[in-house]
T-cell receptor, first 120, second 115 residues
């Protein structure tokens, strides 16, 4: 149990285009989803926290107009990188947390497999 | 197929004693390993890492040991403190066929340090 998927697993796009990445909790309902960006050999950088049905909370330094996050349902959150540039190329990972009282630990997160974005 | 496994979902230790969190992996191509710590309602924060060419890395109270032949790594916390109570994630880094890096996470171990 506790499977989180991401789609696509990798994407290549031209500079100036927008890219949408989906994060789904497949066998549980996620009240909270986190979006991270990972740089080579470095730790994860938390970009934003999204709660179902409300606006995402962005970390300092993350442009909310560039990285649009939507958490429309308890099983789906999307990250849209708008007007992508080569410096946005990175590995993006989401994680999802379960509902209180569910079969999973409330204070743990389940990570998706990540999405590799390459902007040419 | 889960490539990174943390078989103990929870661990409880007394304050001042050693905490040992274990992680097993199956893919011999992993070249870097990381530990993350997560408090409730927060995202994970980086704790310590180790390259696959080393067998030990120490940072203060935290030491990570890597046994490549056994495909096993462990995080030791000595002495354990109540503030260490959190969920700990093991992650492994892999260079994919396309030459890019990818992180694979375990499912976490919840550590409780009792006063």
């Amino acid at each position: 149990g506790a499977v989180v998927s991401q789609h696509p697993s990798w994407v290549i796009c031209k500079s100036g285009t927008s890219v949408k990445i989906e994060c789904r909790s497949l066998d549980f309902q996620a009240t909270t989803m986190f979006w991270y960006r990972q740089f080579p050999k470095q730790s994860l950088m938390l970009m934003a926290t999204s709660n179902e049905g409300s606006k995402a909370t962005y970390e300092q330094g993350v442009e909310k107009d560039k990285f649009l996050i939507n958490h429309a349902s308890l099983t789906l959150s999307t990250l849209t990188v708008t007007s992508a540039h080569p410096e946005d190329s990175s590995f993006y990972i989401c994680s999802a947390g379960g509902l209180a009282g569910g079969p999973f630990l409330i204070d743990t997160q389940y990570f998706g497999p990540g999405t590799r974005l390459t902007v040419l | 197929d889960q490539q990174v496994k943390q078989n103990s979902p929870s661990l409880s230790v007394q304050e001042g004693r050693i905490s040992i969190l274990n992680c097993d992996y199956t893919n011999s191509m992993f070249d870097y390993f990381l530990w993350y710590k997560k408090y409730p309602a927060e995202g994970p924060t980086f704790l310590i890492s180790i390259s696959s060419i080393k067998d030990k890395n120490e940072d203060g109270r935290f030491t990570v040991f890597l046994n490549k032949s056994a495909k096993h790594l462990s995080l030791h916390i000595v002495p354990s403190q109540p503030g260490d109570s959190a969920v700990y994630f093991c992650a492994a880094s892999l260079i994919t066929q396309g030459g890019s890096e990818k992180l694979v996470f375990g499912k976490g171990t919840k550590l409780t340090v009792n006063p």
